[in-house]
């Protein structure tokens, strides 16, 4: 039974956290992507050795990881809590202004450093389950950070609830924050055996009682349309721009499907997430994504397939076309070891948290990291619009996170 008389500390902590610029660079070939991203790590260092985490450390890669010790006389399971100190690239996560909305009464959220961006209720139906909540948001000119800072708080403020609490009996838990998962390297750089779980989870996902088991499979695609240049005034007939080849290219994508804008559930799709060039040389950088992996290799193949028609359509230019292999959904691993999931959701049955199974059309570090030998499904942290301006979590549903961490050890001890 979880104290109620418990003062929570994840909201103070998800406060302070998102001051922080962590804006990972999508472009960047170091480790992490941009060293800011350290200045908040090191600082959780110091917490959990506040909180009697002795062991707690930054790694040589930026990985925060800390040991809370068993505290059962039953062989536990080694179990893990991983969240991400990184925000999105899409929107400026610099000079953050969180306000509180105290005591939610319904109805559209005008943020009021820009009043043209507008948390609205009709496009967020999960408002309508937020009534009486106090819902943090930013002031409209960042994003707020809650992907994944409410993770990190919540899992520090189970963390603190634990150690004060010790008569609740749980196992060893490992405790590790990630840079750099919103550019696809979160676990890049992630030691398994030396982080010493055998089961984890990532807190990382949105709406109160989502426990997601499936994930898309991705794969990133680069394709170098290459053309002739020659000076504009001497050009005729001897001139290929790679810029048109590309853009006869990219109107040939399908416009009814196959985009992320005309599908939804568990269709997949291509995307072009950026284009540079110039008459020399075109780049077009693309996202594969699909639940079934076998749908990757088709949808690269018709991708494929329509770049060598552009470049057939203007003779001299050609193409490089290279595929690189991001993550695999995490259900083919999952699927050997239910048990993961099935105490996540006896956690949440117990605290009375409608479970919400869905798959998550994205990634997570425990993507790779379910590959690499650490299965790890993700669990709701209560951000919702991630990578934007209208970003917001409830503080109520950043307690039930917090409840549900301290549960889910309770667990594991028990079914020990």
Known sequence: MFDQNYKFTCVDRFLKYVKYDTQSDEESTTFPSDPKQLELSKDLVKELKEIGLNDAHMDENGYVIATLPSNSDKEVDVIGFIAHVDTSPAVTGKNVKPQIVKNYQGGDIVL????????????????????????????GTTL?????????????????YLVNHPEVKHGTIKICFTP???????????NVEKFGAKYAYTIDGSTRGEVETETFSADAVVIKFHGINVHPGYAKGKMVNSQKVAAYFIESLPKDHLSPETTDQREGYVHPVSINGNEELTTIKFIIRDFIVENLKEFETKLKGLAEKAVEKFSGSRLEFEVIEQYRNMKYILNDHPHVEEYALEALKRLNITPINSAIRGGTDGSRLSFMGLPTPNLFAGGHNFHANTEYVAVQDMEAATKMIVTICQVWEEKA
């Open 112 to 139: 009021p450093g820009d009043t043209s961006k507008v948390i609205e209720a009709k496009s967020n139906p999960e408002l309508k389950d937020m009534i009486g909540f106090d819902i943090i948001t930013t002031d």
């Open 144 to 160: 707020l950070g809650a992907d994944d800072k409410a993770g990190i708080a919540e899992i520090m403020d189970a963390v603190n």
């Open 180 to 190: 750099d998962e919103e550019v696809g390297r979160g676990a890049e750089k992630f």
